[in-house]
């Protein structure tokens, strides 16, 4: 008995074990959704996440935090933290969760879906007789602007190894060619990755539609063949921002056709996903998302611009809609950021358009910033007299003016040279883990503001950085972004006549390219094709000319003419200019002359001194070089060497400037002493020229 007692105990202790193992092994180890369902009405649920790591705190960052992006899977979405979603059906679509950790290290952390409660088989009341049980749903959210039929924003900046979340609405705002409150269908676009990068910066991984969409990735076949009719058609376009959770970079208006968008869309991307789209209806919204992998090799570009470009194309219409959305590539997720416009350009650009700069920062605190205050740093180049403010939030008038209208809530700026100051005085922007908060999204605020550089820019590296102050707290950094101006090149066009023994009768012209308002000493590249005219005659007296019927000699004055038409094309591989007071430059350097063609005329006239006989003449004409035939005579050099020093009056950055030159060219010609023999000299050639450069 006793040993049948022990038995009987250890088999207890194995089981409790092997159940203890069990729920240990069930424990979620990972972040999971939770549901709550109102008690008052079957299709309102609340949602969280429960489970979620603990954050690894980033040093010296503000205290880390998670931002939410939740998809309902009816095609709603949601930026807080615990949403309360209600469906307009029971369906059972999954219920989704992107996690963003703010100030921490490591990656974002997979969530499992949800799938929503299928509570019953059959459709909602109809909206006039509503039950007690069932309330009744709002409009669906979107990304879209007013006005606007198509919109993306994503779930946060892209960081290499964390997946990305973006999203695509579109609606039927009744587009040119349309009938007004028709049904819409049509197809929509979504371009990635772009050829200007040596890598893709994403793989695309899945997309989530709700109405019926079908998807397809690359080009459907009949996108292929571009049709280009005889007309031009207004194409609706957005330049609306996205907020807080986006930078959308500026469209402008285009009179260009769908297919034209749609072919330059191609050219600039590696990649695209199509979804085909019916029965929309008027002012209809709808929602695709779509979940892209960022690769490793975006880490390379950290603070580098990427763009997704949507275009929307009802069928039946040449009018076609287009939405770019601008991206910074972030080394570490951060809801107080700086962007640029562009990472590099060229300064000719950068005079004519400057750079946009945005400033986005956040109140994560747990109540509400009365005084905001960024101190702005920019390059000394930039001119502060330029600056325009494009948008901001919270939206307040200047200070200048409340004075007058009893406001006490404004904004104001402060500028000098490399420092922008930006002020919001007597705000409420609430704080993000505040209880009583209105949303997520009034939390956020941004400057986006435009600035263009003085006359001359100095350095190439355009660096900038902001620092936030939430009322008396202790300054938060941005991010700091750079743009790289490039040395470009200032292509020109440059014709005029050159001087051959002091005739100017002849023409050359060509291109010329140089660095765009170079400083110091540069170098200037030259491609001319330059006619020449090379013209002697001698005289011979009293010389036997013929005989006559008797056979007698007959003797006169012979007298010859020798035109030579010179075809060359002249290439200056080396040039070193300086320009002085921006009105005088000055160059000195060496080219190469190539003859490609040269041409004999001999005009021979003979006059006998015996009566009788007339005057004879005889034109004769012979293609004596030809580069391209192989014709070659050995009076002339094909490759004739030189240098030269000139000057050049007027615009000399973008022209219109004229000029002078004189060139010393080591020729070879035929001379009148020996006609079968060339003699090489070094021969003098006076340019007069007109030169525009763009």
Not at 83 to 111: E, R
Not at 318 to 324: I, M, N, P, R
Not at 331 to 344: C, G, I
Not at 594 to 619: C, I, K, T
Request: aromatic content about 10%; overall charge negative.
């Amino acid at each position: 008995m006793r040993f049948t007692k022990n038995y009987l105990l250890t088999g207890i202790a194995c089981i409790f074990c092997c159940f203890t193992a069990s729920a240990q092994d069930n424990t979620p180890t990972g972040p999971e959704i939770t549901m709550d369902q109102d008690k008052r009405y079957e299709n309102v649920y609340t949602f969280e996440v429960i489970n979620e790591p603990i954050l690894d705190q980033m040093a010296g960052a503000p205290e880390a935090f998670y931002d939410y992006f939740w998809e309902f899977g009816d095609g709603s979405f949601s930026l807080e933290e615990k949403p309360t979603h209600t469906y307009k059906d029971f369906g059972n679509g999954d219920v989704l969760v992107a996690l963003t950790n703010n100030y921490s290290n490591g990656g974002a952390p997979p969530t499992r879906p949800k799938k929503k409660r299928k509570t019953k088989d059959r459709p909602p009341p109809p909206e006039n007789t509503l039950a007690a049980n069932w309330k009744e749903g709002g409009e669906i959210n979107s990304t879209l602007e007013a006005g606007q039929s198509l919109g993306i924003m994503t779930n946060h900046s892209p960081r290499p190894g964390d997946p990305i979340v973006a999203v695509l609405s579109y609606k039927n705002n009744g587009l040119s060619g349309i009938s007004p409150g028709l049904p819409q269908e049509g197809r929509v676009y979504l371009f990635y990755n772009e050829k200007s990068y040596d890598y893709d910066n994403f793989t695309f991984q899945s997309s989530r539609q709700h109405a019926g969409e079908v998807l397809t990735q690359g080009f459907p076949p009949e996108d292929l063949a571009w049709n280009y009719p005889g007309f031009q058609e207004s194409v609706w376009t957005s330049n609306a921002s996205l907020g807080p959770i986006a930078i959308s970079k500026e469209v402008n208006m285009a009179n260009e056709h769908k297919d034209i968008l749609l072919r330059d869309a191609k050219k600039k991307y590696h990649n695209v996903l199509t979804w085909d789209f019916n029965d929309l209806q008027k002012d209809e919204v709808r929602n695709i998302f779509s979940t892209f992998v960022t690769t490793p090799e975006m880490l390379r570009d950290t603070s580098a611009t990427i763009n997704f470009q949507a275009i929307m194309v009802p069928h039946n219409s040449v009018t076609a809609e287009s939405y770019t959305l601008a991206l910074t590539v972030q080394a570490s997720h951060d809801p107080n950021k700086m962007y640029v416009s562009e990472r590099f350009i060229n300064k000719k650009d950068m005079r004519t358009e400057g750079l946009v700069y945005t400033i986005k920062f956040q109140n994560i605190g747990r109540g509400p910033a009365s005084n905001i205050m960024i101190e702005n740093q920019i390059h000394p180049s930039l001119d502060p007299s330029t600056l325009k403010i494009i948008d901001h939030y919270p939206q307040t008038l200047w200070c200048d003016w409340v004075d007058s209208l009893g406001i006490s809530s404004c904004h104001d700026t402060l500028v000098s040279k490399g420092l922008i100051t930006w002020k919001f005085n007597n705000i409420y922007l609430p704080g993000r883990r505040q209880q009583d908060k209105e949303g997520k999204k009034a939390t956020k605020g941004w400057i986006k503001y435009s600035i263009r550089p003085y006359s001359r820019i100095k350095g190439r590296n355009f660096r900038g950085r902001a620092h936030i102050y939430f009322d008396r707290n202790e300054p938060i950094a941005t991010n700091q972004v750079r743009t790289k101006v490039d040395k470009s090149r200032s292509v020109g066009f440059k014709a005029g006549l050159h001087d051959v023994e002091n005739d100017f009768e002849h023409l050359f012209g060509g291109i010329v390219w140089a660095p765009f308002r170079p400083k110091g000493f540069y170098h200037q590249g030259e491609l001319m094709v330059s006619e020449e005219g090379y013209l002697f005659a001698e005289t011979l007296t009293d010389v036997p000319l013929g005989t006559d019927a008797a056979g007698n000699t007959l003797f006169g004055n012979l007298h010859s003419e020798y035109d030579y038409s010179l075809l060359f094309v002249d290439f200056v591989p080396l040039q070193i200019r300086k320009n002085l007071l921006r009105t005088i430059s000055v160059g000195i350097g060496a080219q190469l002359s190539l003859l490609v063609r040269a041409d004999e005329h001999v005009n021979v006239q003979r006059v006998f001194n015996q009566p009788g006989p007339p005057e004879e003449n005889e034109v004769l004409s012979t293609r004596v070089v030809d580069l391209l035939d192989g014709v070659d005579d050995d009076r002339f050099n094909v490759v004739e060497p030189g240098l030269f020093l000139d000057v050049n009056v007027g615009k000399i950055i973008e022209g219109p400037a004229g000029g002078i030159r004189m060139i010393l060219k080591n020729a070879k010609r035929p001379v009148p002493d020996n006609l079968e023999v060339g003699k090489t000299e070094v021969r003098t050639f006076i340019q007069v020229y007109f030169q525009y450069n763009w």
